[in-house]
């Protein structure tokens, strides 16, 4: 009997390519990195600073692991299940122009009914046609991206402005400051009060 498959990391593009190339890896496209047991993997060149920092802290501890990142004047702390990327900057538009506008909704208006029922009648097909395009185009259904989206709604919120959890929240499209709070750890790996302290720091 086969054992678990190992799980690694890499540049969210290829994730695809690699999975069927190494059916013996399991590839996740998220994280900005990977441990599992002794393979250790990172999804882009950034990303790689991270591992590493990863590894100094594990080996010197914290303070060796910060003065290196001001040094390479980089991020002082990133978890390696933060997401690869933006919904709002790093994915390119949709080719297809039923998702496109639908993204550009779901980015729009991030506090709406964006439940894929509602999403599919404004766009004027099935549902189940509808998640078929996300996939395709996206490689995620349009319940995960609107999840993503709202989170990183949420976070330009935390580190912009000064409203409280639960306005932040409903403002978002969740439906209380613990569902974003759930969100957040999922997304980001640490608590939106966490996120909101370290980067409003990073940005002032």
């Not at 910060?66 to 949709?94: D, H, I």
């Not at 709604?153 to 978002?172: D, E, N, S, Y």
């Not at 790996?189 to 720091?201: F, I, K, L």
Request: glycine content about 8%; proline content about 6%; overall charge positive.
């Amino acid at each position: 009997m086969a054992g678990p498959k190992t799980r690694a990391t890499t540049h969210w593009q290829w994730a695809r390519t690699f999975a069927v190339r190494y059916p013996a890896v399991s590839f996740d496209p998220d994280p900005i990195f990977v441990r599992d047991g002794r393979v250790a993997t990172a999804a882009g060149v950034t990303s790689a600073l991270d591992l590493t920092l990863a590894f100094i802290e594990e080996d010197h501890g914290g303070e060796v692991a910060r003065a290196v990142a001001r040094e390479l004047v980089t991020y002082l702390q990133r978890p390696g299940n933060q997401a690869q990327m933006s919904m709002f900057t790093a994915a390119p538009p949709p080719g297809d122009g039923v998702v496109r506008r639908v993204v550009e909704h779901i980015t729009s208006d991030p506090g709406g009914d964006l439940a894929t029922a509602a999403l599919a009648r404004r766009a004027g097909v099935s549902e189940r046609h509808l998640s078929r395009l996300f996939l395709r185009q996206l490689g995620v259904t349009p319940g995960r991206f609107v999840r993503r989206a709202r989170t990183e709604a949420a976070a330009q919120l935390l580190t912009t402005t000064r409203l409280p959890m639960a306005a932040v929240a409903a403002r978002c499209g969740f439906g209380n400051a613990e569902t974003l709070r759930q969100a957040f750890l999922d997304h980001y790996g640490v608590p939106p009060s966490h996120y909101r302290s370290t980067q409003s720091a990073r940005s002032s």
